[in-house]
């Protein structure tokens, strides 16, 4: 009896709330869940978390629909958050308080948090949420997504974006026959899968195109990103994967410093130059300070000022941009001579000189791999361009290798912008 009653006082402890986060419900065993079920392991983890837990009739309800004021406190816990104090007697309204000051949620997409959650809504509240911590994938993978989801067009605009992005974080893939039923309501036992995948990389599903080049690379704020070859008309760009890989495979014979980086915000990556490593760490000092607040509005042009011709050159390119003659590809030389702090390379005076022997491998990977059996073609203009020290300078535009070359020139340096090759 004593046993008995205890139980009793034990459930009537639990929440009403399916949620908690005052006790560790560790191994609990609900009666309509299966050891077999494929979400099995994940409630578990959930529930000895704190961030799920089932109804105080002992059933966990795997297929019932979860609410959005349920989801939301589930995602910012398992962020590591707490709700924003309030005196409202609505249960969830400090987590979504939380929620809107972090910007995951807004009642531009959500007009009653009390209703239930459809797949799509979570996929914008996942990826808001994740963009908190990791950088969004690259516009670039839309075009590769797209196909694979069938019924991708059912998705209303607001929320394709964020369907793409969770499909390559390798958070939501849809089912079995490559739906992602976005109108439909997720339910409790899909709810804890993206959850867990959120907050644990591990656990997310492995995201690989066939045929489809990628390289890892840094974004500009100095987190791990991955490149991937863009896709245009049906047509897979992994020259642009080549690009990278050709001028990091010769870094070790250049004397120069190379930066490589995935801007996210510009849909772009770029590859930069440098004279020597000191060079290269105060121009990253630099953006590190500003990121963290530690450069004021007075001061900042003066700490430009510091590293500002700190950069030798810098290759951009745009990896959604492929439409016009003049794009995708854009590198651009400042002429200068090595500095005198490196004595070891001031005897470089002459502005050609310096590039050749600082730079020259890292353009020839560029060459080789633009133009290919035509390499002496365009390698003969950019050399005569790189030259001139005329203060009128010039302007060349041919066709090299089925791309359109164009070159500007004067005393103060150039800039080359190669195309796609011309269909």
Known sequence: MKKIISLILVLTMIFTSFISVNKVYANTIFSDVKSNDWFYKDIE???SLGIINGYTDGTFKP?????????????????????????SSYWADGFIQRAEELKIVDRSFINDYRLRLTREQAAKIVANALSLKETRPLDLYYEHVKPLIKDF???????????VDCYVWGIMQGDNLKLVNPQKSITRAETTAVILRMIDKDRRIEFTLDGVKSIEMETVEAQPGL??????????????VDLVEAVKAVE??????????????????GIAGYENQRKFDEWNDLGVRRRNGEINAENIQE???????????ELTVSTIEFHHSKTPYTLTIWNR???????????????????????????EAMFKVWFEDEFDKAWKIFDKALKDTSATGGSEEVVINERNFTIVYDNNGLRLIVSLKLK
Do not use: C, R
């Open 252 to 269: 070790g014979e250049t004397l120069g410093v190379e930066q490589y980086a995935i801007n996210p915000y510009t849909n772009g990556f």
């Open 45 to 47: 983890v959930m529930v």
């Open 63 to 87: 297929q019932g629909a979860v609410t959005v004021d349920e989801f939301i406190k589930m995602v910012i816990i398992g962020l590591g958050y707490d709700a924003k104090p309030t005196d």
């Open 227 to 240: 490149l991937i070859a863009p896709k245009y008309k049906g047509v897979v760009l992994n020259e642009m």
């Open 153 to 163: 067009y059912t998705v209303q605009d607001k929320y394709k974006e964020d369907t």
């Open 303 to 313: 700490e430009i000022m510091k590293v500002l011709y700190h950069k030798d050159w």
């Open 337 to 363: 001579a090595a500095s005198l702090d490196d004595k070891k390379y001031n005897s470089y005076n002459s502005k050609y000189d310096y590039n050749m022997a600082y730079y020259k491998k890292n353009f």
